[in-house]
């Protein structure tokens, strides 16, 4: 049966698309992945279906990430896979077309959010309005910045991190870091590739990471099977790899996010220098979730530093928060 449209909170992820139904929260995730025919340039798949061919794809079939490093590097794919999104959600199920607040990465041009809003309503969406990411990802962190009050957030994703002092309802410092969840699995695929003469592939890296990776040292220290394709004879080998390993493996990163939050602090006015060192920095997104990374950069900045309650869905649940509240929080909103 039809039913009246739910309001939708949209996170256009560079690992992920999020979405948020009013009345009924999260209700979807899929990898920012698609998978094309080199030979016909048809899509073939979208999300976790594309994904799940990493690795394991025909020679003819690319499997590409519309969106890196926080920027959109093609348009069209990212159109393809929203509106093929979108659509599904929609679909027939309801009377009238739902309104969407959306947080795109960083990088993305004005022309191209502009695209993406046409798009949007092609897709089956009445009306598209876009939330600056850093924003969205306070709010779902129930952090203060609508008043007076200075709040520090960094939003880590797959393609970098956007760190950013709020006050007052907008931006007041802002830089981006190139550091993020795929900056760490290609640090652990050099590591590896360096020290043992081993390639693995992405998926691979990140499930090292996430076993073994760590801004501080584990202890006691994890030990884990590694199997990759030696590339000194070119056959499969499996590696025992600890921990400490892949701790030196991602340092570099870990001390360059450190150094563009310090950057960040040096920049912010000094009216505000007292919040963020009373408040400290809350860390959002899926990249956050490194193990000891909080811990490290309170050590090393002497701020407090907490990852945040449902770190990787912040930035949609700060759409959602618009959502519910609009007359209240419409100022938020990019003016397009």
């Known amino acids: 049966m039809a039913q009246a449209a739910g309001d939708l909170g949209i996170d256009l992820g560079t690992s992920n698309v999020v979405i948020y139904m ?8 899929e990898p920012s992945v698609v998978a094309v025919d080199r030979e ?27 969106l890196a490093q926080g920027e959109m590097i093609d348009f069209d794919l990212t159109n393809s896979m929203l ?11 309801f009377l009238a077309r739902p309104r ?13 959010k502009k695209a993406l809003v046409s798009a949007m309503f092609d897709a089956g969406l009445r009306r598209t309005q876009l939330l600056d990411r850093t924003i969205a990802a306070a709010l779902g962190a129930q952090l203060n910045f609508l008043g007076s009050y200075g709040s520090l957030v960094a939003d880590m994703s797959a393609g970098g991190t956007d760190l950013a002092v709020l006050c007052n309802s907008a931006v007041t410092v802002m830089s981006s870091v190139p550091v993020g969840g795929d900056h760490f699995d290609d640090s652990v695929i050099r590591y590896l590739r ?56 991602l340092v570099d990163n870990v001390n360059e996010l450190i150094e563009g939050v310090q950057v960040v602090i040096e920049r912010t006015p000094p009216q505000l220098v007292s919040d963020i060192f009373e408040g400290g920095l809350t860390l959002t997104g899926g990249a956050s979730g490194l193990y000891g990374l909080a811990e490290r950069i309170s050590d090393v900045l002497k701020i407090p530093c907490h990852v945040a309650q449902d770190a990787k869905d912040c930035v949609v649940l700060g759409c959602a928060k618009v959502l519910m509240n609009p007359a209240g929080m419409r100022h938020l909103l990019e003016r397009g």
Do not use: C
Request: glycine letters at 10%; zero cysteines; charged letters at 25%.
């Open 22 to 29: 009013k009345g009924r929260g999260v209700i979807f995730r």
């Open 40 to 66: 016909t340039n048809n899509i073939i798949a979208f999300g976790t279906e594309a994904y799940r061919m990493i690795g394991r794809a025909p020679s003819n079939v690319s499997i590409i990430r519309p």
């Open 83 to 93: 509106r093929y999104y979108i659509t599904n959600i929609t679909g027939k199920r």
């Open 100 to 112: 969407a607040v959306m947080a795109v990465p960083s990088g993305v041009k004005e022309m191209e």
């Open 194 to 249: 360096k020290k043992h003469n081993l390639l693995i592939g992405e998926r691979t890296a990140e499930q090292v990471k996430m076993t073994l990776g760590g801004a501080v040292r584990r202890n006691p220290k994890v030990v884990m099977d590694v199997t990759g394709r030696n590339l000194i004879s070119g056959l499969p080998k499996t590696l025992a790899i600890d921990s400490d390993e892949i701790y030196e493996a």
